[in-house]
C-alpha cells in the first residue's frame, strides 16, 4: 500500500512538472501544497478556510487533469523513451573508434541540454 502511495506521488509531480502551466492557479496550489509540500488535507483546508472534501475534491480534479493531458499529449511518456534512447546512444557512441566519436559526443550533449 505505502509503495502504491510512493508511486502515485511521485507519478503525479511528474506528470504536475510536465503540465503545471496548463492548471488552474488553484489547481497547481493545491497539488503543490499536498505532494510537493506534503501538507495533509486538513492543513490545507486551514490554511484556505475551506472544508477538507473541497481540498480532496480541488486534488482529484487535478490529478485526473494531469492524466488527461498526460493521455493526450504523451510527454512524459515520450520523455521517457527520449532518455532511453540517449542512454542506448551513449553506449554505441563509446564504441565507435574513429574521429566521430568526439561529434557523437557533442550531439548527445546537444539533445541532453535540451531536456
Not at 492524466?67 to 551513449?90: F, T
Request: proline letters at 1%; charged letters at 30%; hydrophobic letters at 40%.
Amino acid at each position: 500500500m505505502e509503495q502504491n502511495a510512493l508511486a502515485k506521488t511521485t507519478r503525479v509531480n511528474l506528470l504536475y512538472d510536465f503540465y503545471a502551466p496548463l492548471l488552474t492557479e488553484k489547481q497547481r496550489t493545491f497539488l503543490s501544497c499536498y505532494f510537493h509540500d506534503d501538507l495533509s488535507l486538513g492543513e490545507i483546508a486551514s490554511e484556505f478556510e475551506i472544508s477538507r472534501q473541497a481540498v480532496y475534491e480541488h486534488i482529484k480534479r487535478a490529478e485526473a487533469t494531469l492524466e488527461e493531458y498526460e493521455n493526450k499529449l504523451q510527454l512524459w511518456e515520450k520523455h521517457v523513451q527520449r532518455k532511453a534512447l540517449l542512454g542506448q546512444l551513449k553506449e554505441a557512441a563509446l564504441s565507435v573508434q574513429d574521429g566521430s566519436a568526439e561529434r557523437l559526443a557533442q550531439w548527445i550533449k546537444q539533445l541532453e541540454d535540451i531536456e
